[in-house]
């Protein structure tokens, strides 16, 4: 083998090696959700709800963290809200319920407070008992039933937007407002010359 074989060998080797380095470094990793979990007493400590609520309708969904308004049924720890808040995952990877359906019942353990709590796969107890209410009963009493209290109107459940969301509407309005600013200077300085240079 010459020289200019040898050259040609190496440098498809560069190449091999680059293209090797880029495929690696630019591929998408995936994750498998990972808990170290919490036997049943462990569960009940950490959550901040623990309920029975009913899922009615999405709110917003950010980047993969849906908010839903949610319909709280029964209590058996924290507050005694007939509506919160919900948010989790649409990524079973990043440890989410994933996408939840409108009417949707769920035994819900959330972290939060004041009406608005997130919720995890990891939330959930490892090897729960069969009847888990049941097991919930015995742990925390009784639970308390709210289904007796109206459901808000729909206009009163809507959380009000947060600062984040009106700053951003507060944003586009100015961006919208400057781009048609923009093109009206625009048409008229058209007109202008137009004018002039029939002159």
């Not at 586009?172 to 781009?179: D, F, I, M, P, R």
């Amino acid at each position: 083998m010459g020289i200019t074989g040898v050259r040609r060998g190496g440098t498809l080797l560069v190449m091999l090696a680059w293209l090797l380095l880029v495929s690696l470094v630019a591929a998408p990793s995936a994750h498998a959700c990972s808990c170290v979990g919490f036997d049943l007493d462990e569960a009940i400590e950490a959550a901040d709800l623990i309920a029975d609520v009913t899922v009615e309708h999405e709110i917003v969904d950010l980047a993969g963290e849906v908010t839903y308004y949610a319909v709280v049924d029964t209590v058996w720890k924290g507050e005694e809200s007939r509506t919160i808040r919900l948010t989790t995952h649409t990524q079973t990877t990043a440890c989410g319920l994933g996408r939840i359906e409108p009417g949707t019942p769920l035994l819900l353990w959330g972290s939060g407070g004041d009406g608005s709590y997130s919720t995890t796969w990891c939330a959930l107890p490892r090897d729960a008992p069969e009847d888990l209410r049941g097991a919930l009963t015995d742990r925390l009493g009784e639970p308390t039933d709210l289904t007796d209290q109206p459901v808000p109107l729909e206009a009163d459940r809507l959380p009000r937007p947060g600062l984040g969301v009106l700053l951003a509407a507060g944003i586009l309005g100015v961006v919208a407002a400057g781009v048609g600013l923009v093109q009206v200077a625009a048409a008229l300085l058209g007109l202008h010359l137009n004018r002039r240079g029939r002159r």
